[in-house]
């Protein structure tokens, strides 16, 4: 098993089991999407503080909203990726805009 695979096994460890305290029962298929989203967003080459190792260290609490919040938070972090991943833009683009090289939350009315 290669590295980026034991990260994915264990970060839909740690999902799976956030999400199961807190009452939410999600299909295996979409707990691994998700799981997949969190690994390709911080196992970039450029990537070296906020990696999955940091997200890890973050995630470990007995709170699972804490841990939640330490899956992703560093998910997307532009001052070093300089973008969104290609894989998050979907969920990203119904609320922001990138004008002049600069993202910006739309307004909505």
């Known amino acids: 098993m290669n590295q ?8 839909r460890q740690i999902l799976k089991s956030a999400l199961t ?4 029962c999600l ?19 450029w990537r070296s503080f906020h990696s999955f190792e ?16 330490g899956l992703f938070h560093d998910l997307v972090y ?8 290609f894989n998050l833009t979907p969920y990203f683009n119904p609320y922001i805009i990138e004008k002049d090289a600069v993202f910006q939350i739309k307004s909505f009315p």
Not at 21 to 24: E, H, R, T
Not at 30 to 39: D, F, H, N, S, T
């Open 78 to 85: 532009l001052q070093i990726d300089e973008k969104i991943g």
């Open 21 to 24: 305290q807190l009452g939410f």
């Open 27 to 45: 299909v295996e298929e979409k707990i691994w999407k998700i799981a997949e989203l969190i690994v390709e967003g911080v196992t970039g080459k």
């Open 54 to 69: 940091h997200i890890l260290m973050v995630s470990k609490t007995e709170d699972p909203l804490i841990t939640l919040a």
């Open 4 to 11: 980026k695979t034991d990260y994915l096994f264990q970060c």
